[in-house]
């Protein structure tokens, strides 16, 4: 029911602005404001964290063939195996392999024929034939890779 | 003479505002008040530093020098270099060799992050002895580690960037330790590298760290490490207990005005240091080592010089007590000021951080020493001497130096590759 511009409405005294007091509407409404803003930023940060970090390796190859005259006997060979580098072996036990990346701090390990042992060029460490460490600071063994022959096939992994 | 020039010209330039009715003053001066701020420029020139503050107060201008003859020769490489593992190597190669000066340009940006990093250190080591990280200056300091982080930042990231095989093996070990970190070390690991291995992933990466954020973020904090310290002014000597010294106090004690007397002897220095600078570029040139083969470690790989103490402390620990450990004395630096609540400055009046700094000091250049000399061959006193990753020489008949000590040489038949 509309109300006609010439009927006096009762003078509704103006009322007082409230002193800033604490809580109310509009302070209410300023800290959804707020947490809605920090929700926001926060949720920015997760894609970029995820974007940062690298996607699931494309693994690499899990299964390596060598031609086995690619490595004379007492010889070592240096492949890339599950996208990291690989140490294969023609020892006197047959071939053998490990991941090639030292336990310490991540140099490539060489095999040294004369010492029949693996020696890490960035601290020295060394570890036998088995893997074990023999000296130095890498805290463990490096980690072994199954390998297998056939015919004139050096398999590792698969 | 140049003190009379200038206080001509700002008597000048006042007379100008003044009383001229030149159109481009009156102008200049409805909008941006240009008075009010020339007026400002001059307080702060004039500002009289603390009458003990001799050139070993120049260090941190030096270093904010050095950062800006970083970012023009920064830019002039980029122009060139190639951000990819199968191009950065060569396109280094071709700035040295081909491009006219391209061996000044990069020179003096190798030369420079040394240099820089250097007066950094001796920068914040002044600061120390001088009390000047005390009350009311803690956020200065805070600040002021916070750009020494940013600095070494940039040495790690710009040292893999030519791709040789130095880089490349420093970054391998250097990202391992860093990922060697309690809980989070995995993540960081993989971030730093984008994947298991240092690949040309990496190199994208480091390159944008490198020439974004690490610039904007030295920008940023020096901004405010600058804003800082003429708000605050140079600390005096004296005990934080009494209040802080006006202008007028420090002029009575005969500080002198920071321009031109402070700015004069900066400038002699500066030019001192950069000419140093040119003389090593000249005859000690930086090299280009081979490109980097990440299946083949090159024997004694290390750090730049100013990560080396870190890192051979690093060795004489276990793994995780080094990396813990390293990261309590660098935590324990960073909050120095609340940790130091002593109110004395004057470096013979706080006796045991004095000896403790001098300590620190000594065992930091000990430390690098020994990094240096580990794993290297050298005769001393007619001997021979292999010096083991610890830095411990053991003497070595010159005849099997091969046959010695397998760290020193594995045979390289050996190490075949791909
Ligand atoms: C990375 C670049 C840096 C630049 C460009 C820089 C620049 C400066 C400059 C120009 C000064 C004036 C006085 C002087 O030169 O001694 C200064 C003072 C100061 N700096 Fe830095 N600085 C840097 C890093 C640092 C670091 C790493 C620290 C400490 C860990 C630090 C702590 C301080 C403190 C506390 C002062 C005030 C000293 C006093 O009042 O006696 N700064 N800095
Ligand atoms: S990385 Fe192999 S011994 Fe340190």
């Known amino acids: 029911m509309a109300t006609p511009d010439t009927v006096p409405q009762p003078a509704k005294p103006a009322r007082p602005k409230p002193p800033t007091r604490p809580g109310g509407r509009r302070r209410f409404l300023e800290r959804c404001l707020g947490a809605l803003s920090a929700a926001g930023f926060l949720g920015a940060l997760y894609p970029i964290t995820r974007y940062l970090e690298p996607p699931p390796e494309a693994e690499g190859a899990s299964r390596v063939e060598i031609a086995a005259s690619d490595i004379p006997f007492g010889g070592s060979k240096t492949v890339i195996y599950r996208g990291r580098p690989a140490i294969v072996v023609n020892g006197p036990n047959g071939f053998i392999a490990f991941n090639a990346v030292c336990t310490h701090l991540g140099c490539v390990v060489k095999w040294v024929e004369t010492g029949q042992e693996f ?4 601290h020295g460490g060394k570890f036998d034939q088995k893997g074990q460490v023999t000296g130095g600071p890498p805290p463990q063994p490096l980690v072994a890779i199954s390998v297998a022959q056939s ?3 050096v398999i590792l992994g698969g | 003479m140049l003190t009379k020039y200038v206080r001509g010209v700002n008597h000048w330039l006042k007379d100008r505002l003044n009383h001229s009715v030149s159109g481009v003053n009156r102008w200049l001066e409805d909008r941006i008040e240009l008075s009010t701020l020339i007026t400002f420029i001059q307080t702060q020139l004039t500002k009289p530093v603390p009458k003990h503050v001799n050139w070993l107060f120049s260090f941190g201008t030096i270093t904010l020098l050095f950062f800006a003859s970083q970012f023009l020769t920064g830019l002039l490489l980029m122009t060139y270099y190639k951000s990819s593992a199968e191009s950065a190597y060569d396109s280094v190669k071709f700035v040295m060799e081909q491009v006219r000066f391209g061996w000044l340009i990069r020179q003096s940006h190798a030369y420079g992050a ?3 990093i250097a007066f950094l250190y001796l920068h914040a080591v002044r600061v120390f002895f001088y009390g000047g990280y005390k009350k009311p200056r803690e956020i200065t300091w805070l600040i002021g580690f916070l750009l020494l982080g940013v600095t070494l930042g940039f040495g790690f990231t710009g040292y893999l960037l030519p791709w040789d095989q130095l880089s490349y093996w420093a970054t391998t070990v250097g990202t391992e330790v860093a990922g060697s970190a309690p809980v989070i070390g995995k993540y960081i690991l993989l ?3 984008g994947g298991e291995n240092v690949t040309g992933m990496t190199l994208t990466r480091f390159f944008a760290v490198h020439v974004i954020v690490l610039p904007w973020l030295f920008v940023f904090l020096v901004s405010l490490h600058l804003v800082l310290i003429r708000y605050k002014g140079i600390s005096t000597l004296d005990s934080t207990k009494g209040p ?9 004690e005969g500080g002198k005005s920071f321009f ?3 700015v004069m002897k900066e400038l002699l220095v500066a030019l001192l ?5 040119l003389i090593f570029i000249v005859y000690a040139p930086l090299p280009l080592h081979e490109k980097a083969d990440p299946f083949n470690t090159p024997v004694g790989v290390k750090p730049e010089w100013y990560f080396l103490p870190m890192y051979q402390v690093l060795k004489y620990f276990p793994k995780l007590v080094g990396i813990i450990g390293t990261g309590l004395v660098i935590l324990g630096l960073f909050l120095l000021p609340f940790l130091d609540r002593s109110p004395e400055r004057h470096p013979a009046r706080r006796p045991v951080a004095t000896t403790l700094g001098i300590l620190f000091v000594c065992v930091a250049v000990i430390l690098t020493i020994l990094g240096a000399l580990a794993e290297t061959d050298r005769t001393m006193f007619g001997t021979r001497y292999h010096f ?3 830095g411990v020489p053991h003497g070595i008949a010159e005849s099997d130096s091969a046959a010695a000590p397998p760290t020193s040489t594995p045979p390289e038949k050996d190490m075949k590759k791909e």
Do not use: A, W, Y
């Not at chain 2, 240091?273 to 600078?277: E, I, K, R």
């Open chain 1, 151 to 153: 015919g004139e096939k």
């Open chain 2, 191 to 193: 971030t730093l590298r």
């Open chain 2, 260 to 262: 031109p007397n402070h």
């Open chain 1, 119 to 122: 020696f890490c060029p960035c």
């Open chain 2, 114 to 116: 040394n240099f820089m």
């Open chain 2, 388 to 390: 083991d990753t610890k």
């Open chain 2, 273 to 277: 240091v950069f000419t140093g600078m």
């Open chain 2, 244 to 252: 802080e010294k006006s202008v007028e106090d420090l002029k009575q």
